[in-house]
């Protein structure tokens, strides 16, 4: 219809590709997690064996080749970025993927954000800032010096806890994620949900997931959240709490602190139903599911030359291949083995 004579046309919204990635289950996928390295300066022993092999340089993806590809999930609807690894900032120059996925922030990228094992932090938390980053996760297992030694066998607790103070002080909102560990950590929640609560962190604390091969026996450490949460629950109020980080994690307010304690739990609890993330390797491979072997080749698909038009191909085609879920179990009745790739490859 002509407009009415001093009208002017309405703008059009900024389009992206007008179809956003719905996988085959009807899940909008707006989730992406980059693994930018496989290598760590730790060696967590659920995440990896203390000899510890890594990947040749020419199979990893350059980061202009990660910007680019990030850039193209970004056009077809990926509203949040999260660099893992390995540890992140251990890849040398790592910061310029951070500007250069920060300069995406406001033209379709809502968040980005990392998960670290703190060490680096107290170089890098107000580039991050600088750079956009507005939250990020930082593991820690436990706040004993001796423990923390033992968990991740080359690390100094003092580092990492320099870093989180140095990450606090640059203006980052901080959320602490701790494995839960039978018999190694499993008396310290309390404890450390008192720290959260004085330092501002939210905590997290996640199942042992059944991925790559480690140097012990996964039985052993496997601890059930639902039995955490109702010990919690003698010292702490747990509050009901709709939110959510578009994650797999079950949030709770601690009345006696006002902060969260979220519960990560593959294995009581199955969380696909709601997920809208996939996983991006080092090397270029697009895992749709965390549990599951399936994934597709980018680096091939960018090393052969890809257009964009190509590459958003390439991308559509593996959404519609996205899992419903994952069967991941941890028993000893069930002989399943693990899967064989590490956290640190998939990222976690
Ligand atoms: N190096 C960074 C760090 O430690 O935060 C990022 C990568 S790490 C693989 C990401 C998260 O995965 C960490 O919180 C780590 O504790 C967790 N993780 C590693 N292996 C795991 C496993 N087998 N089960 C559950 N969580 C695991
Ligand atoms: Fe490194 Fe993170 Fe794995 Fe620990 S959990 S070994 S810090 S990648």
Same mark, same amino acid.
């Given at each position: ?9 309405? @703008? ?13 289950? !009807? ?7 980059v ?5 760590c300066?730790?060696?967590?022993v ?10 040749p340089?020419?199979?990893i993806?350059s980061l #202009?080749?990660?910007d ?9 609807g990926t509203?949040?970025?999260?660099? @893992? !690894?390995?540890?992140?900032?251990v890849?040398?120059d ?11 922030l ?5 968040e ?22 507005r939250r ?6 436990t ?14 607790i ?10 606090k002080?640059?203006g980052?909102?901080?959320?602490i994620?701790?494995v839960?560990l039978k ?10 949900i008192?720290?959260c609560?004085e330092?501002g962190f ?6 042992t ?12 450490q ?6 955490v ?16 980080t578009?994650?797999p994690?079950?949030?709770y307010t ?16 199955n969380f ?5 993330r996939?996983r991006l390797?080092? @090397?270029?491979?697009l895992y749709?599911c965390? !549990?599951q072997?399936d ?8 090393r052969a030359?890809?257009?964009e038009? #190509? ?15 994952h069967?991941f179990?941890?028993d000893?009745r ?8 590490h ?6």
């Amino acid at each position: 219809m002509p407009l009415p004579p001093g009208a002017t046309a309405p @703008t059009l919204p900024t389009m992206r590709d007008p179809a956003p990635l719905i996988d085959p289950f !009807g899940r909008a996928i707006t989730y992406l997690r980059v693994s930018v390295t496989d290598r760590c300066d730790l060696r967590c022993v659920y995440c990896m064996a203390e000899d510890m092999t890594f990947l040749p340089k020419a199979e990893i993806l350059s980061l #202009e080749e990660l910007d680019r590809l990030c850039g193209a999930f970004v056009a077809l609807g990926t509203r949040k970025i999260r660099l @893992t !690894g390995g540890e992140p900032l251990v890849r040398r120059d790592v910061m310029t993927l951070f500007r250069s996925l920060g300069a995406r922030l406001g033209t379709g990228l809502d968040e980005l954000t990392l998960t670290s094992n703190g060490t680096q932090l107290g170089r890098f938390a107000s580039e991050l800032y600088a750079a956009g980053v507005r939250r990020i996760n930082v593991s820690l297992d436990t706040l004993s010096a001796e423990k923390f030694a033992a968990i991740t066998r080359w690390g100094r607790i003092e580092k990492t806890l320099d870093g989180i103070h140095a990450a606090k002080a640059a203006g980052l909102a901080i959320k602490i994620n701790a494995v839960a560990l039978k018999g190694v950590n499993d008396d310290e929640f309390d404890d450390m949900i008192a720290w959260c609560g004085e330092h501002g962190f939210d905590l997290c604390l996640i199942e042992t997931m059944p991925l790559g091969d480690i140097d012990g026996d996964r039985t052993d450490q496997y601890l059930p959240l639902s039995i955490v949460r109702s010990r919690l629950r003698r010292r702490w109020t747990l509050e009901e709490t709709d939110y959510q980080t578009g994650g797999p994690a079950r949030y709770y307010t601690v009345a006696e602190t006002g902060r969260r304690v979220g519960f990560i739990t593959p294995l009581t609890h199955n969380f696909c139903e709601s997920c809208n993330r996939v996983r991006l390797t080092c @090397t270029g491979t697009l895992y749709m599911c965390l !549990g599951q072997e399936d994934a597709a080749d980018f680096r091939g698909v960018l090393r052969a030359g890809a257009d964009e038009a #190509e590459l958003a191909d390439a991308i559509r085609a593996a959404i519609a291949r996205k899992p419903r879920g994952h069967d991941f179990i941890i028993d000893r009745r069930h002989e399943r083995p693990a899967l064989a790739r590490h956290m640190s490859v998939t990222g976690g």
